[in-house]
């Protein structure tokens, strides 16, 4: 017997066809048909002809912030996202050390149009390093999967501070704390790194984000 079984659905496959009216059956968190399906299941849900599909990744997202007041990471969810990827463009908010906070959301709130205001009050700062916060993360248990990438940017100001925005040469011992970040981003279950070098990408004052002006040598 099924776990369970979805009637009258039109399921979308993700794969550009037409939408098939059709039964789906789950059995042990698989598809395993789809069709017109006699057999019961221990659950039955009547879809009453709505779309039925894969649950959307949506490989680019800046819910950094918002997830640590927000386990719901509204409104993705209700637009069919089942997996959120955070951290893109190097932007985010880990690792931060607490004398950077106010630089790292100022800097936030204006390269991806934030309210700083809802930022500085919503931000559940119970973390400092990467692996800290991906510690916070498991423990709030989002709604949706989410993966996170270690940021160009966030470790930029993690080490440097306010010079990460003003000067484009990190000193040898800065690079060597930078690289040691990323691999202990990666070491907590970062899924990879990412950077930006857009010369849109402007922080708090007009400043650049830090990344936009590192050398290609310390990508």
Not at 45 to 61: E, K, Q, R, Y
Not at 146 to 170: D, K, L, N, P
């Amino acid at each position: 017997m099924n776990d369970l079984l979805i009637r009258d659905a039109w399921v979308y496959d993700g794969l550009g066809r037409d939408p098939l009216h059709a039964d789906v059956a789950v059995c042990a968190g698989r598809v395993v048909e789809i069709g017109r399906i006699n057999e019961a299941a221990l659950t039955t849900v009547n879809a009453d002809g709505l779309s039925l599909m894969p649950g959307i990744v949506d490989l680019h997202t800046h819910y950094d912030a918002q997830i640590t007041w927000d386990a719901s990471l509204s409104p993705s969810p209700a637009l069919g996202v089942t997996t959120a990827v955070l951290g893109n463009c190097g932007f985010g908010i880990a690792p931060c050390p607490a004398p950077l906070r106010d630089t790292m959301l100022k800097n936030l709130s204006v390269v991806e149009g934030m309210d700083l205001r809802a930022l500085m009050q919503g931000v559940d700062w119970r973390f400092e390093s990467f692996d800290q916060y991906m510690d916070q993360l498991r423990n709030i248990r989002p709604h949706i999967n989410t993966a996170v990438f270690a940021g160009h940017s966030v470790i930029r100001t993690a080490v440097m501070g306010e010079e990460a925005s003003e000067r484009e040469q990190a000193s040898p011992e800065q690079l060597a704390s930078m690289c040691e970040q990323v691999r202990q981003a990666m070491n907590a279950g970062a899924i990879g790194f990412a950077s930006s070098f857009s010369p849109n990408h402007s922080g708090h004052g007009g400043r650049p984000m830090p990344s936009t002006i590192a050398p290609e040598s310390e990508l």
